[in-house]
Each structure stands twice: as C-alpha cells, then as structure tokens.
C-alpha cells in the first residue's frame, strides 16, 4: 500500500489562481516527519517545508501555507496567487521513526502548470 | 558552498556495462543516500548511509552496490548495467538522519541501451 499518496497527477491553472496540492500518508508510528519538495523544470529537488507529527499548527511563508490535519491524515499545501515561476513537480514525502529504512518514502508527486 | 555533487550529470551506457555514480557532500552530514526517479514513480530509495562505515539497502537495491568511502563521499555502482536501469539518481544529504530535511544533488541522467 502507499504510504504517502499524492492523487492529483497533473494540475494546471491560471496565473494568480490559488491552488491546493493535496497529501495523504499512512503510518503506524507516532513520531514521523512530513515533508515538501519542489522539482523545477531545471530538475533539482528543492526542500520547502518540515513539519513533525506532533505539531499540528498550520504554517505560511509568504504566498505558501501548509495544512496539516491528523485526523484525515493529510498534509495538504497551498499556493496563493499562484504565478509562472511556480511551474514544477512537488513531492510530499513521508519518514517514519520506526520505518526499516532511514531516508524518505515519497509520493508520486504533482505536476503543477500554472499558465500566464 | 557546494551542497552535495554528484558526477557525472549524463551517462548512456551498454546492456552490460559497468560504471560507478559519484557523490560528494561539503556539509558534514552524516547521512547520505541514493535515489531513483522514474516518470510517475516518484523517488525511491535505492541505498542509505547513517554513518560513515556504515550502508544498509532501501526499497530497490537490486543491481546495485554503494560504498560510503569517508564521511564525504558515497558512490552507487552498477556492475552489469541493464535498460530497466534507465533513471534519472539523486544522491541527497542529511545531517540527522531520518527526520532533518535532506540536500539533493542535481541528479544524473543515465540511460541504458
């Protein structure tokens, strides 16, 4: 089963739309980390935002916010007034303490287009 | 400050043949490892170090070995290159293990013919 699963493959909307990318992971643990990254058309990853299991407040960086809910077991981001240079893959990713191995179990990520 | 390299960018390789991915990180982290990605597949872990001295497997280690030659370096070596093996890999960094943020490298785009 995937642990962390990213459904929207593909979205693509207008400049200045607000956009939401969602995130749902599954685990047995208590302890875990949630994590964001971007993959611009350049190819290289990208580290947005961290969040552990037990913080559950939400957070905003400039036009970026990330909705953290346990209880649905999703860790969704949003872009406000989205523009072209957003344009890029994002990957929620998923570590667990007591995962086998250490390292990051990764959604298949989102595909975001954002056209002028 | 570098970040974590990894050479070369692009390889085309031979059914068969060998070759040994470079990685090399400027930022003392302990922890270091290997990835794939694949269209729709995301990122999947091939290989990890903890420490130095140390590598354990991840989730696709087959027709695959590492070698964590010091704290800095961490190479990824295919012995019998085969086209199931045409990926783009990242080697990525971190300073605390599994739950600090890691570094990518810019990734290197290997095909298999």
């Known amino acids: 089963a995937q642990k962390v699963t990213q459904a929207q493959t593909e979205i693509s909307v207008v400049e200045k739309e607000d956009v939401t990318l969602d995130c749902v992971y599954e685990t047995r643990d208590t302890t875990y980390y949630l994590f964001w990254y971007k993959q611009p058309p350049s190819g290289e990853l990208v580290f947005l935002i961290r969040?552990?299991?037990?913080?559950?407040q939400n957070e905003i960086s400039g036009r970026y916010s990330w909705n953290f809910q346990k209880s649905t077991s999703s860790f969704n981001f949003t872009i406000t007034a989205s523009q072209v240079v957003d344009s890029a893959v994002y990957f929620c990713a998923l570590s667990e303490e007591g995962g086998g191995a250490d390292g990051l179990t990764f959604g298949k990520g989102t595909h975001l287009i954002i056209q002028p | 400050n570098a970040g974590v390299t990894q050479t070369p960018k692009f390889q085309v390789l031979k059914t068969g043949q060998s070759m040994t991915l470079q990685c090399a990180q400027d930022m003392n982290h302990n922890s270091m490892y290997w990835y794939r990605q694949d269209p729709g597949m995301g990122l999947r872990l091939i290989y990890y170090?903890?420490?130095?001295?140390?590598?354990d497997k991840g989730e696709v280690p087959n027709g695959y070995n590492v070698s964590r030659l010091n704290k800095r370096e961490f190479s990824l070596r295919l012995e019998s290159a085969a086209p199931s093996q045409t990926s783009v890999y990242f080697c990525?960094?971190?300073?605390?293990?599994?739950?600090?943020?890691?570094?990518f490298g810019q990734g290197t785009r290997l095909t298999v013919v």
């Open positions: 170090s903890a420490s130095e001295g140390t590598t």
């Open positions: 969040r552990n299991s037990f913080d559950e």
């Open positions: 990525a960094s971190s300073g605390q293990g599994r739950f600090t943020e890691a570094f």
